[in-house]
Structures are given as C-alpha cells and as structure tokens.
C-alpha cells in the first residue's frame, strides 16, 4: 500500500523541524500554519477492489488523529453507497506539530533562548532564526557565548590572550571550542573597524578581532662550530618566536632549510651555515626575516609532487632559494629505497626552474613507476655530506 500513513505524516513534520523552520517561526513570528500535509489516498479504483484495505487505513489515520485534523469527503459508489474518505490532512497549531513529532520540551528550551537573547543581545535574533537547530546544541553554553559576545563588545580589539578574558564562569577551552559559532555571532555586532577582515576562519579567529594569537616559532641549528649563540658547550638547537628571529642577522652566508626532523638533527657540520627546521606549507614565519634574503637559501625537501610543490611555495616568499639534493641524479642513485606518493599534488609549478619542472613532470606522469617518490630521510649520510661538499 502506498497510501499516506500517520508514520509518513510524522516525517513530513519532522522534516519542518529539522530545517529549523518550526522553531525559526518562534523568532520571526511568521507562523505557519494552518498547515496542510501531503496525503495520498486510494483512487475510485482502489476504493471499490481494495475497500477493506481502505477502511483499515482511514481507521489507522483516524487512530492517530488529534495533533492533526483530517478534512473528509463524500465518495458516491454504486455499489459501496456514499464512503466518508480522508481528503486532506491538516496541522492547525505550531504546538499541534510539535506534539506529532515529540519536541514540545526542545522547543521551549529554544523559546527561553530567545527571551534571554531578546533581553541581552537582541541583535543575534536573526542568528537564531538563522540557526535554531544549532541554537539547541548550544543550549547549555549559550548564556556565557552571549556573556563573551557582549564583552568584546565593550572591549574592541583588547591586544590580550583569550585566556585573559574575565568573566564568570568563562574559560579559554569554552572560547576554542566555539570559535566557529562566536566568529558568527562578533560578526552581527561588533562594527567593521573592529573587525580585521584579512582573516577568517578559526585559525584567523584572534587576528580577526584583535586578540593576541600564539606566536609563531623557527627552530634553528647553527652548523658552524665557531658561531656559537649560547654560552654553553652543547648543540646549538634553538627555537625564537617568529619576530625574535626576524630581528636577527647570523653571521652566516648560507642557510638550509629541510622538512625532516631527524634530517634536521644529524645535518653535518658546515661552516659558515645553518640549518631550519622547515614549516611544510607554511613559510610566513621565514618571510618576515630581511636578513634571510641576503643569503645562499637551499630548501631540501622529498623528492615527490608534493616536495617540489612546497618548494614552489617557498619561492613565492623568498624567490632565491636553490632546491638540495631535489634531483634527477638523487633519485636514480636510491632506487632501491623508493616509496609511493599516496596522494600526488597536481597543477602547474610556475616557480620550478627547467630541471626541477622536468622531473615534477616525469613524476606526475609516472615514467619511473606509479607514483614514485624519495624522501629525504632515505639518501644516504655519505650521500648528503658529498654534496655538501660541492657547496
């Protein structure tokens, strides 16, 4: 039977509620209803071949009437006389619906979130109306997101930590974890200069409106045992904030940059060089450095699409820079030690001179084998300390 049961009247409601728009009506005072359901019921056909059938379902809809009216219609027969049949089905009251579909109880907790909306920040009533589902889930922080709202309003752009803010019952994993939300509601309030909109997003949440964000890091080794930053007789692994290091100048000529760890550790001696601990995609805490423009950069990344697509990156910040050990001759002489690129990078590298576009290409199009690849860990130690020596 394909006739319209109180279970399939109930999906319809509920599909009002998971649009938002049952309780989104509580807000606009837009309301919608009387409101009339789909019903499909049995045809004269039907009616005369199927009677049995279609009375046990006019029983069954009858049965579960009550959140909803159904409107009748007299259907003549020859045979069967005048039928009294379901001819539509209708929701009179908001409350009907709610009743149908169990969330009386949600909906007057949506409704108190609106009154204590209406009375702090009436402004964020479209977000409700907006996002009423979500609204619900939030339920239990929503007095203290409110609180937050209202505190940067009143404090535009603190020049402070997150954890600095002062409000009861407000704690930074509280902030963090609904960055995403608060972005939308300091969005609806706060006036555009006290909004920077170069950054978006809960990365940019801070910038965006004016909190201090954690510092960025470059962690260092100076190679040159004569260069010695620290007072004391040990390594020289150091790690500054990103404006510390930019207000530097080493006394170094060269400086190489690779993405590997235990590279990082092990990388030999040389003099008159360093070595940093490289950032993947990121090289924003580099850029900032005017000194780093003025030496003899190499960045050592793997031998894959996605290293020479960090390294055409990595031009765009500091144009100089030569690719290490990021060539053909590299590759052939560890074919034993090659993996596999799961997830290739694709797309042009416009910043690739001839040679490295040339085996960017050959790995796209798979010439040595599916999707081949050398990391920089696997090239052997004598390997990396001869070409070393070239430089």
């Not at 989104?24 to 019903?39: C, D, I, K, W």
């Not at 930074?172 to 972005?183: C, D, P, S, W, Y």
């Not at 960025?216 to 004391?232: A, G, I």
């Not at 590279?263 to 005017?290: I, T």
Request: proline share 5%; hydrophobic share 45%.
């Amino acid at each position: 039977m394909t006739w319209t049961t109180p279970a399939d009247l109930k999906t319809q409601v509920q599909k009002l509620w998971d649009r938002g728009l049952l309780l989104a009506s509580m807000t606009s005072g837009e309301s919608l209803f009387p409101r009339r359901l789909t019903l499909k019921g049995p045809d004269s056909r039907e009616l005369s071949e199927r009677f049995s059938e279609v009375r046990d379902w006019i029983g069954q809809l009858s049965a579960a009437a009550g959140p909803y009216r159904i409107e009748w219609r007299s259907v003549n027969h020859r045979v069967l006389g005048t039928n009294e049949i379901p001819a539509a089905i209708w929701i009179d009251e908001l409350s009907d619906a709610l009743g149908l579909i169990g969330k009386r109880r949600a909906a007057e907790q949506f409704a108190a979130l609106v009154e204590l909306t209406r009375a702090k920040r009436p402004e964020l009533l479209p977000w409700l109306a907006k996002r009423p589902i979500r609204a619900l889930e939030l339920a239990e922080d929503w007095p203290r997101l409110l609180d937050i709202t209202g505190w940067c309003l009143t404090h535009p752009r603190p020049a402070i930590y997150l954890r600095q803010i002062n409000l009861p019952g407000v704690h930074t994993k509280l902030i963090e974890g609904h960055r995403g939300v608060l972005a939308e509601l300091l969005d609806l309030v706060l006036p555009e200069d006290s909004i920077d909109g170069t950054h978006t997003g809960i990365v940019g949440f801070c910038r965006r409106y004016g909190f201090l964000d954690k510092p960025s890091r470059v962690r260092f080794r100076m190679l040159d045992t004569n260069v010695r930053l620290l007072p004391v007789d040990a390594d020289q692994d150091i790690t500054l904030t990103q404006a510390a290091f930019a207000s530097l100048d080493l006394p170094v000529s060269k400086v190489f940059i690779t993405e590997n760890e235990i590279n990082f550790l092990a990388f030999p001696d040389v003099s008159d060089a360093m070595v940093v601990f490289g950032a993947g995609y990121g090289f924003d805490n580099l850029a900032v450095a005017p000194w780093l423009h003025e030496k003899e950069l190499y960045y050592w990344g793997d031998i894959d699409t996605h290293g020479f697509a960090i390294l055409n990156q990595l031009r765009g910040f500091l144009p100089h820079v030569v690719s290490f050990l990021m060539d053909q001759q590299t590759l052939l002489a560890h074919r034993a030690l090659w993996g596999v690129e799961k997830q290739p990078k694709t797309g042009t590298l416009a910043r690739l001179n001839s040679e490295e576009s040339a085996l960017y290409i050959q790995l796209l199009q798979n010439h040595w084998g599916d999707h081949v690849r050398l990391e920089q860990e696997r090239i052997g130690f004598d390997f990396l300390r001869e070409a070393l020596r070239g430089i």
